[in-house]
């Protein structure tokens, strides 16, 4: 299984300022998602980071608020844009191989806390 | 009605009982059943995985998988305190789906010594 890492592993923040977290996985991996995990809930996919291409994203998140790149195979970052504290959450990337695109490995996540 | 419901617990067992943690589904479309632990402060680690029906064992761990009722549980046996954390059923659907899973509430689960 893929280990991923991510940075920062926590950070607080100031209303409408931006946070960028990185993501990077010890090898090349098909498929790279971002998940929002809000206090006391469980995982919502944010959106697929496509390698070369716009990321896609799920129903109710906009590249606006949350832009995704993924220069490569191995690393990806999400981007919080303009903040408030309904964004406190923790965001965690995932990997997966085409192969199995079902069986995801996760990476520790990010705890933000906005305020 | 949501894709997927899990029972939210919390739930307190004493060391050495037998666990179950169960989801259910709403979309038969749904091929592929997996559970993932997430310890306090962790990212969540894949435990099981599972696209039929019937039982997968694991070493205490035993995920089974009932389609015709589209509901999936996963036992432990002999728990232990370092069970504790909280156990998230996923599905997923076919391959075209892009790889998408659906995560359920999670179940905290606490083993007491």
């Known amino acids: 299984s893929a280990v991923i890492s991510q940075k920062p592993s926590r950070d607080i923040c100031q209303r409408g300022t931006s946070l960028t977290i990185q993501c990077q996985v010890d090898s090349q991996v098909t498929m790279m998602f971002w998940y929002r995990q809000q206090p006391g809930q469980s995982l919502t996919l944010i959106a697929t980071a496509n390698q070369g291409s716009e990321a896609t994203y799920e129903s109710g998140f906009v590249i606006d608020k949350f832009p995704i790149s993924r220069p490569n195979l191995t690393f990806s970052t999400l981007t919080v844009s303009n903040m408030s504290p309904e964004d406190s959450s923790i965001y965690l990337c995932s990997s997966a191989d085409r192969a199995s695109t079902d069986t995801q490995y996760f990476g520790p996540g990010t705890r933000l806390t906005v305020l | 009605q949501k894709e997927v419901e899990q029972d939210p617990g919390p739930l307190s067992v004493p060391e050495g009982a037998i666990v179950s943690l169960n989801c259910t589904y709403s979309n038969s479309a749904f091929q592929y059943f997996m559970w993932y632990r997430q310890y306090s402060r962790k990212g969540p680690e894949l435990l099981m995985y599972?696209?039929?029906?019937g039982n997968k064992e694991d070493g205490r761990f035993t995920a089974q998988v009932d389609k015709s009722s589209k509901y999936i549980s996963l036992f432990i046996r002999d728990s232990q305190p370092s069970d504790s954390a909280t156990y998230l059923c996923a599905i997923a659907g076919p391959y075209n789906q892009g790889g998408k899973l659906i995560f359920g509430q999670g179940t905290e689960l606490s083993v007491k010594p």
């Open positions: 599972t696209y039929s029906s």
